[in-house]
């Protein structure tokens, strides 16, 4: 659906179970937002892979300077190529009860996969309460950067740093998305190389590579690029 949507402004999202999913059935949530999403914007490090894993010609990558951690699939030598690796990613993920949400990005050609904590800290009491009294379940849109806010004091005190602090504790521990990680190259057949890569911006990064297009969205929208 995103390659056939064709459009840089088109995104399709998904929530498991335990990330605020609002229904226990296999859905996903699209629509069109004319500005880059944050994390489309986030610089990211490539992770090496050995020659053997290199035949689907999928690269793979981790944010870096992002509150919540997650790993970059792209490019492949298909379309094809590029969902069977994100697809088993996917299962793993499932069949290991680890909550993740999913974003599929510029025409399906970049996909975002986000292990994620926030409800399993929420049943812990390990979220504090201002956070929770803003009422935000940071599902997939919010954890990319795109928040709705429900409270006028949190609309007009909106910042970097709390939607920061917000998405900070969403994120595993860098311990523990490293084992997540592990796992998840295991699951679909992927092996990290021992050499080292050089992190790289997003394409998105510099506002003169940033596609234009007439703004549609209501004065009630702060848009924090």
């Keep these: 659906m995103a390659a056939e949507a064709a459009s840089p402004y088109f995104r399709l999202g998904y929530n498991s179970l335990g990330a605020f999913a609002t229904i226990n059935h ?4 699209a629509y069109y937002l004319s500005v880059p999403f944050p994390v489309e914007k986030a610089p990211t490090k490539k992770i090496p892979l050995a020659k053997c894993a290199l035949n689907s010609g999928v690269k793979v990558s981790k944010l870096t300077n ?15 190529d590029l969902a069977d690796v994100v ?21 399906g050609r970049r ?5 994620q904590c926030y409800a399993e800290k929420q049943a812990l009491g390990e979220v504090s309460q201002d956070l929770l009294d803003t009422q935000v379940n940071p599902a997939v849109w919010e954890i990319s950067g795109h ?15 709390s939607a920061w602090r917000l998405l900070a504790e969403v994120s595993l521990s860098e311990e523990r998305f490293e084992e997540v990680k ?13 050499e080292e890569e050089e992190s790289s ?12 297009a007439s ?3 209501s004065e009630g929208c702060l848009v924090l690029q």
């Excluded at 992002?66 to 094809?80: H, I, S, W």
């Excluded at 928040?147 to 740093?161: H, Q």
């Excluded at 394409?203 to 234009?212: C, E, F, L």
């Design 66 to 80: 992002f509150p919540v951690r997650g790993l970059v699939f792209e490019r492949g030598n298909t379309l094809k």
């Design 182 to 194: 592990a796992c998840i190259f295991e699951a679909t057949g992927l092996t990290e190389s021992d």
């Design 87 to 107: 697809t088993n990613a996917c299962i793993w993920l499932q069949e290991n009860n680890v909550p993740f949400n999913v974003l599929i990005s510029d025409s």
């Design 215 to 217: 703004s549609h969205m």
């Design 201 to 212: 911006e997003s394409p998105y990064a510099s506002s003169s590579s940033v596609p234009r």
């Design 111 to 115: 996909i975002f996969v986000f292990p």
């Design 147 to 161: 928040i709705v806010l429900k409270r006028r004091t949190d609309f007009k005190e909106a910042s970097e740093a």
């Design 26 to 29: 296999l859905h996903f949530q």
